[in-house]
């Protein structure tokens, strides 16, 4: 059979590992530094803990695990006969693949509420699974790391997750602007303009900004029932604006007595006083056209997205304030941060910002003319291992142009040649094939030379 | 609704996450010095890719993905009618989860034989799924970690998976034997008996001799055709006996002149050459009544079994011949080992091997009495964590004692208290947790004292 993979899945390969690991490790140790712990939930989830958790179409998007067994013999007959697909599903499939990282930290927390210590700071770093159609950033298994903090109304924890975010992208080289939003000033917005119970159109009209003009957006604004100069003014609204107390007043002006405004203005202040405690950053913007599609946020709303490059947004989140509600804990607040590995991977390839990822750790490979000198080398990298010097020894007898040949593809910079006169003169042979520079050395010294 | 777990799946929280951690951490750096690379699989493969590879039991215990969208509607109408699961199967259900890390490795490979450096040595470390009744010891997901070398003959490649193994649980603390055999032996002394055409049953029953005495299963081996003598002088064989040239010879003499017997003999002397440079190891032991189902093995044989405590193979591997040839490329040998995480991290607990990893990273707590404090502690924490250095500030305003408790129930050894007076002196008041020390430390010195 001539194998294949599974449509929008991949292998990743050495090369790609190590550069995939340099961005799990860099989030990984950002996430410590702020006191986040490690938490890993199943790939599989009871059907049930999924369905109705991300709307109709993420329903459809979700992987279902067959029942094992006779599956079939348990399935009602009835609906057997109507061949019903989506009615038969929940006869033949208890299990579904995690969709996100989100309703299983719910759940988890939900099942765990005596044992966790609140506020509970965890971070995930696991692969998702959706049935979406592949396309460019767009996979059917992919990686998401999340920072969320659980059991707290503190808008530290927003500025935490900012800084989080800066200090990621930093590390990692990416250019990046930070939007931030609240729910509750797009609220506001709505009342203003008296379209409240027009909100999830609203809203949805407004997540278009980021593809078309504004122009192109007002006929549709005008059938929700704003005016010329509602949209003029809303037009103002949702230009960004740089990150200060000065946009917050703005805003707040603009909005003055209209319900939730001055809630939503505390709350970017806030956010904006513990920023500020940190030297502030330039890079973050108010960015009231920010929605992502709101879902369950109901404050601060967060998007990144990569400077100098097209592709949509490579981390997000936001604030929460009934997560754990349908898991039967209702009244915990949360909010958190999404970094989807995949799309920062591609981001970094195209701006070429893999350059000092090593290929690998091994130092040097030793190499043999003959079993003799194999046996003196495999003792030899033992001597070494134990210093803790990756290394490796050319397992085979071949000849010396095929084993150069194989450190060079591997990316290993040293090569070091034990014949019959370096095993009796403890003098070996070294090439760097890198700086093709060569020289002898000390079988003694080998260890200080290779650190 | 109660959420709840897929049965025999598992939540890992912060406390067990990081002790596996310290568990994947150590077989990694291990698996590096010795020159392996990181490969990831995704967890669903074409189900044509999995079936047929883990015998008839295996293909039982894949986990199925349903077919998105209508996928009755592509059904067969009789097969459909007929509601004979297991014909259909394969109409509705056309992707499986990993079952284990080795026919992907082998899919991988055939599908890149081109762009891979052979010798290939690769190691992977991801969970597995099966539909296995939950038992001790044994879950629906849990994780393998494999090393495999791919392409090369060269017995110094067993050698060094010996070696890696012994580092490994060296470094975790975990007293072990080693068992080694070779199958082409094993085969030598099914040809001794004359029984080479029942060689399946006769591996069958020496795979319980571990389970129950020889003597129980003496009727079992006459009934293939074995006199008394013969098992008298087969219990001699399989005898653990110590790994040295002796016991070797003492084989070779006992199978003189049968078939295979010198080539499993040579392979075992070629190991044992390779850890003789390496000063030896003397937990390997010879071990002729250990066959592992034989699988796909063709070679030499490992298995690893924690001292002390009643449990499986902790690890386990060995030589096959023919991976890739079902995915079309054949003549490819190959060598592995594969650590099984879930059952180490058991042995681990019981023998209380946890008591030096760290519940946190995170060297201090900073605490407030108030606002004031918290803005003057996120500014600290902020420049601390410039430095590389792990901390957290309690989010809300909360009374000391539920400050402190936060900060013991994640094991945080030192809590620092900022009030006033501690502002504006410059001088912050730490307390120790664990030793109950307490003192005054400046602010600027305060990097270096947590470091």
């Known amino acids: 059979m001539k194998p294949s ?153 927003e500025a935490d997750l900012l800084c989080i975010a800066a200090e990621v992208f930093e590390k990692l080289g990416v250019g990046i602007s930070i939007h931030l939003n609240n729910r509750k000033i797009l609220e506001a917005i709505a009342s203003k303009f008296e379209i409240e119970a027009k909100f999830n159109q609203f809203v949805i009209i407004i997540d278009k900004l980021d593809k078309v003009g504004f122009e192109t957006l007002i006929p549709e604004f005008e059938a929700l029932g704003l005016s010329q100069s509602n949209c003029f003014e809303l037009e103002g609204f949702l230009t960004k604006m740089p990150f200060s107390m000065n946009s917050i007043y703005l805003i707040q002006d603009k909005l003055n007595g209209i319900d939730k405004s001055e809630k939503g203005c505390l709350e970017l202040s806030d956010i904006f006083n513990f920023i500020e405690h940190t030297g502030g950053s330039n890079f973050i913007k108010i960015d009231l056209s920010l929605a992502r599609g709101l879902e369950y946020y109901t404050g601060t709303i967060i998007e990144i997205k990569a400077n100098d490059i097209k592709m949509g947004s490579i981390s997000g989140g936001g604030r929460y304030d009934n997560l754990t509600g349908v898991f039967g804990l209702p009244g915990v607040s949360g909010v958190g941060i999404s970094f989807g590995i995949d799309r920062i991977y591609d981001v970094m390839e195209e701006l070429n910002l893999f350059t000092n990822v090593a290929q690998t750790e091994v130092k040097a490979m030793l190499c043999h003319l003959d079993e003799n000198g194999r046996n003196f080398n495999y003792a030899l990298a033992n001597e070494l291992r134990k210093e803790g010097i990756s290394i490796e020894v050319f397992p085979d007898i071949k000849k010396l142009p095929k084993q150069f040949e194989y450190a060079e593809k591997k990316g290993i910079p040293i090569v070091i040649i034990t014949g019959d006169d370096e095993i009796s003169s403890g003098k070996l042979s070294y090439k760097n094939l890198i700086t093709k520079e060569q020289g002898k050395i000390g079988r003694n010294e080998l260890g200080g030379f290779l650190k």
Not at 39 to 65: N, R, S, V
Request: hydrophobic content about 35%.
């Open 5 to 157: 993979l599974v449509k929008g899945t991949r292998d990743f390969g050495p090369a790609v590992m190590q550069r995939r690991k340099h961005i799990f490790n860099t989030i990984e140790t950002v996430f410590k530094k702020y006191g986040f712990m490690p938490l890993e939930t199943p790939a599989m989830e009871q059907l049930e803990t999924l369905t109705g958790k991300y709307g109709d179409e993420g329903d459809k998007l979700l992987f279902k695990i067959l029942n094992s067994g006779d599956f079939a013999a348990n399935a009602n007959d009835e609906i057997w006969q109507s061949k019903a697909s989506n009615k038969l599903t929940s006869h033949i499939s208890e299990k579904g693949l995690r969709y996100d990282l989100t309703v299983p930290l719910a759940r988890y927390v939900a099942m765990n509420r005596n044992e966790i210590t609140f506020p509970f700071k965890r971070y995930q770093m696991q692969p998702v699974w959706r049935a979406d159609r592949p396309q460019r950033g767009r996979y059917r298994e992919f990686w998401q790391c999340d920072a969320d903090i659980i059991g707290s109304d503190s808008l530290m924890n």
